[in-house]
């Protein structure tokens, strides 16, 4: 009879163990899915004091689909609502080259030549400035800047 307690001692110690390398592999990976299997782990630990036998393994594998269910769920709506700002925007560019149809454009920004269009379908020479309006992957997108900032 002994060595039922002991067992089950033992698996309450795997959880635990469970739950500190998946805490320690999920603040090296930076996702979130392995805090809810460490979140699940510990609680099974907690739970393991009122609930024996293989029942406790069910109990993890539950807490881990619900709890990896509440983090994907809570993943998909919290990063349509925060967009970080892009701090391009805004920011000024050196027209280096025009292409032949006018339509693109190679800017300096930063130190390295970009492509870009402007969006105001404005036309620039090599030398003059333009504002970063927005970005889409390589493409910067450019306007006018006022005339007081005109060289």
Known sequence: ???????????????????????????????????????????TTAIGFWIRDDLLILVFLLLCAILTGAVVVWRRTGTQSKTLADFDVGQRVTIRSVSQQGNRLVVSYRGVNWEAVMDDGSALAPGDIAVIKRKTDKLLHLASPPEAART
């Open 1 to 43: 009879m002994q060595w039922i307690f002991l067992v089950l001692a033992v698996m309450q110690w795997a959880f635990l163990v469970l739950a500190v390398v998946a805490a320690l592999i999920e603040l090296h990976t930076g996702t979130f899915y392995l805090a809810a299997v460490a979140a699940a782990a510990l609680l």
